[in-house]
């Protein structure tokens, strides 16, 4: 049983920040690539950001200059800072986790935590 749990949503004013973080636990034998995916009201979901294993970060165009991701191999941890925020950032954000629970390849699979809502007021 693998878990994600994100925390860091809530309102905030356009222009402001808010970092969301999210932690996986359970058995886990290694991560891939970790992300934050979010999902507007009437519109399909979409990738953030992406973080690799290896630190190398992606983005979606509409937040680069204004998110960072960022995460710790340690902990098994992902963040992402949201800096300038919009109004159309407006969604639920979702933490998710490539990852191995075994040491054999059969066992990858993608695990998502619950969401969390971020709210930009204009």
């Known amino acids: 049983q693998v878990q994600l749990v994100e925390s860091g949503g809530g309102l905030v004013q356009a222009g402001g920040s808010l970092r969301l973080s999210c932690a996986a636990s359970g058995t886990i034998f290694s991560i891939n690539t970790m992300g934050w995916y979010r999902q507007a009201p009437g519109k399909q979901r979409e990738l953030v950001a992406s973080?690799?294993?290896?630190?190398?970060?992606e983005y979606v165009d509409s937040v680069k200059d204004r998110f960072t991701i960022s995460r710790d191999n340690a902990k098994n941890t992902v963040a992402l800072q949201m800096n300038s925020l919009k109004p159309e950032d407006t969604a639920v954000y979702y933490c998710n986790a490539n990852l191995r629970t075994t040491s054999r390849w059969w066992s990858t699979l993608d695990a998502w935590g619950q969401g969390t809502l971020v709210t930009v007021s204009s």
């Open positions: 973080i690799t294993s290896g630190g190398m970060p």
